[in-house]
């Protein structure tokens, strides 16, 4: 099934209905139809095999989506946080491309040889007048649909490849067709080169659920669009729900009287958070998703019947479910191995494999990574209780290895979260003479709190063994996260790189 589909079903059951609201313009699901056909025209007429977008969430994206999918080439969404010699970079992997442009972004590349540029004010209207030619989309649903660059933080990015079957078989085996109110909407604000952004299109097009798009996240602005655009639906990472909080705290109370539905995910969500949002949004049903790009988005859930049971219950057990990813979705196999690729059972720590059709656990320079049965090694490590919930604990490359024994960043965050004065922390490896990692731990103290390194350092003696005690401690006014929620233990590691004493 090539994702084209998801649009013309969409198109043809509900093609009156409001697709897309941004910037007070409204574009129905058959105009949209409409001038994806048109931007596929645009694609050929240039000669591009891709099609590359540099620019935040717009009218435009799910246009560009769907026309690159009925011109037949991949769909490049690039991070606009980049320097332009890193998007020089990129683009010059995917040449002969033509590239939309996002007004904050003109300007940062030279057409040349290979490259095509078209502002996005250009691209819509050579889309709007060659609005319903004819499709070309591959019958081939192996074709690739989505082409995503890493972060590259260890090394060049690498190209992380989706096909038409691995997303179709994704937003088929999690979204009901037509389960939209024709009043429903979809605030869209995580960025278009996430994985996020290309299924809450995906998703919301195919659930016919109206996308409300907002440029950059910014969380007044966030709440104020929410607010204006009858907003139903939204999706978040941990920090922008943070920070969402921090301004509906401020209000006073005002609330989001429209909201019915957040899912979250992207990162580690702070306890002390979703507890605080839920309090302020009674109303809204949460929804942890945990999913990577390479398997087409979310692959584990914890539902809002979860939520509200963990948080009412006294059961240890059932209540530590909030800090869990939930339970593999219907479309997906989860299992725990360990270091030999042996299955683990209950409540044993390993590394988190995923099996299933969306799963595409590819890229495009070292090939696919799934084994021999379709696993796919997603380098996250975590455990699953009895009742299948899945327990991540961070990536296997943050590991700390001190003396040979391995220690998990996150059984050592969870004691020091759980002292009151503490609003954030992360855990990484340091550099010791004796044991060759040592523990170090970046700490965040809520506003007017205060406790000493010392006491943390007795906290985590109390409840761990001595070898997960910090080593060093330093405090921050905030710890550093990328725009998808995600901390930046690089960064966290550098800072705290300094030799410990043997």
């Known amino acids: 099934m090539n994702i084209t589909m998801l649009l013309d079903m969409s198109a043809e059951a509900f093609g009156d209905r409001v697709a897309i609201s941004h910037d007070g313009t409204r574009v129905t699901f058959a105009e949209l139809q409409a001038l994806a056909l048109g931007a596929a025209e645009v694609v050929r007429a240039s000669g591009a095999s891709h099609l590359a977008f540099l620019d935040v969430n717009s009218q435009a994206t799910a246009v560009a989506l769907f026309g690159a999918a009925h011109a037949a080439v991949p769909y490049v969404p690039l991070n606009y946080r980049l320097t332009d010699e890193e998007l020089e970079a990129l683009l010059g992997r995917v040449a002969p491309a033509l590239l939309v442009v996002g007004p904050e972004a003109e300007g940062r590349i030279q057409p040349r040889e290979g490259l095509t540029l078209m502002k996005r004010a250009d691209f819509l209207a050579a889309a709007e007048a060659a609005a319903g030619a ?6 081939d649903p192996a074709t690739i649909a989505v082409q995503l660059f890493t972060s590259g933080t260890t090394g060049a990015p690498k190209a992380a490849v989706l096909r038409h079957e691995n997303l179709s078989a994704y937003i088929i085996g999690t979204v009901e067709f037509g389960a939209a109110e024709e009043t429903d909407a979809n605030l869209v604000s995580v960025p278009p080169y996430h994985i996020a952004g290309i299924s809450a299109i995906l998703s919301s097009t195919y659930a016919a659920r109206r996308m409300a798009t907002i440029g950059a996240f910014e969380p007044q602005a966030w709440v104020r669009a929410c607010r204006a655009e009858s907003v139903s639906n939204a999706f978040v990472v941990p920090t922008m729900l943070s920070r969402i909080i921090d301004v509906l705290d401020g209000e006073g109370g005002a609330g989001l009287p429209s909201l019915r539905a957040i899912a979250y995910g992207g990162g580690r969500m702070p306890q002390a958070t979703i507890e605080r949002a839920m309090q302020l949004l009674p109303q809204v049903d949460f929804t942890n998703a945990y999913g990577l790009t390479e398997t087409s988005s979310t692959v584990a859930v914890l539902g809002p019947d979860d939520h509200r049971l963990a948080i009412a219950s006294d059961d240890p057990k059932i209540r530590r479910r909030l800090s869990s990813a939930g339970q593999p979705t219907g479309a997906v196999e989860i299992q725990i191995r360990d270091e030999n690729n042996t299955v683990l059972g209950p409540e044993e720590a390993g590394l988190v494999f995923v099996r299933g059709p969306q799963v595409s656990g590819e890229y495009l320079s070292l090939g696919s990574q799934l084994d021999a049965e ?13 009742e299948g919930y899945l327990y991540l604990d961070g990536r296997a490359d943050d590991v700390i290895v001190r003396g040979g024994e391995n220690i998990s960043p996150g059984e050592v965050e969870d004691v ?19 044991w060759g990692e040592g523990v170090g731990a970046a700490v965040v103290l809520i506003p007017g709190q205060e406790v000493s390194a010392e006491v943390l350092q007795d906290l985590v003696r109390a409840q761990l ?22 901390v930046l233990r690089r960064v966290i590691r550098d800072d705290l790189a300094e030799p410990v004493p043997a």
Do not use: C
């Open 465 to 486: 063994r001595s070898s997960r005690v910090p080593q060093v401690i330093r405090f921050y006014d905030a710890l550093p996260y990328n725009e998808m929620g995600k």
């Open 374 to 386: 379709g696993w796919f090694p997603t380098r996250d490590r975590g455990f699953l209780d009895a």
């Open 134 to 139: 004819a499709s070309t989309a591959a019958e």
């Open 416 to 434: 020091l979260l759980a002292h009151p004065a503490v609003a954030d922390a992360a855990v990484v490896a340091v550099p010791d003479d004796q």
